[in-house]
């Protein structure tokens, strides 16, 4: 194997998750926040949705980046056994929220989120946002602990 593709496919693993859960972090701490406090209930819906479209593509992109590189390097490294230890808890967590952000990204929100949410900012605006905002702050918050632990774990910190 060479060690430069194993390298190339971190660089790709990195850039991905920097634009992807940057993106997150973005809508979390500044977009939700500032939508709630700055606007008018009834101008919220359409701000939030025209502004999170144009980060759904990148989000879409940069998560199918992330799992094939992570995919790629396990490979390369022959360390699918990982999924059986515990200390590689990180990597559990990696994997756990590729899934959520998958299934949220391609399946769920085409198919019901998106009108679901729709439904409920109309009905009270207030409590959709406020749920809307927990979501995020959880889904980034565990997400920070994958980078901590992703981070610390493959530099060979002991757990
Ligand atoms: C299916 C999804 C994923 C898989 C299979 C995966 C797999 C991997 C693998 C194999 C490594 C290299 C470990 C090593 O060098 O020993 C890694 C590193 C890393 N991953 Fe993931 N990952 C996934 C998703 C994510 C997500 C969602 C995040 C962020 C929230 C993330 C953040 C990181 C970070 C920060 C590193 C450390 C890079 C370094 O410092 O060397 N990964 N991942």
């Known amino acids: ?11 790709v693993h990195i850039l991905a998750v920097v634009l992807w859960i940057g993106g997150v972090g973005f809508v ?3 977009l939700i926040p500032s939508l709630r406090k700055t606007q008018e209930p009834e ?7 025209a502004l999170e479209a144009k980060f759904s593509f990148q989000a879409k ?10 995919a790629y390097m396990l490979q390369v490294m022959d360390a699918w056994s990982r999924y059986t230890m515990p200390q ?5 967590l990696m994997t756990f929220i590729w899934i959520i952000f998958t299934l949220v990204l391609f399946v769920l929100e085409p ?8 439904t409920q900012a109309t009905k009270n ?5 406020l ?15 994958a980078i901590i632990g992703g981070m610390a774990g493959s530099h060979g910190f002991i757990f």
């Open 88 to 92: 590689y808890w990180w990597l559990h």
């Open 61 to 70: 992109l940069t998560t199918l980046l992330a799992g094939a590189s992570g």
């Open 111 to 118: 198919l019901f989120l998106h009108n679901w949410f729709h």
């Open 28 to 30: 979390t701490t500044v």
């Open 43 to 49: 101008d919220r819906l359409r701000l939030f949705g």
């Open 125 to 129: 605006n207030e409590r959709a946002f």
């Open 131 to 145: 749920a809307l905002q927990v979501m995020h702050v959880v889904l980034f918050s565990l997400s920070l602990f």
């Open 1 to 11: 194997m060479n060690y430069n593709y194993f390298v190339i496919a971190k660089i």
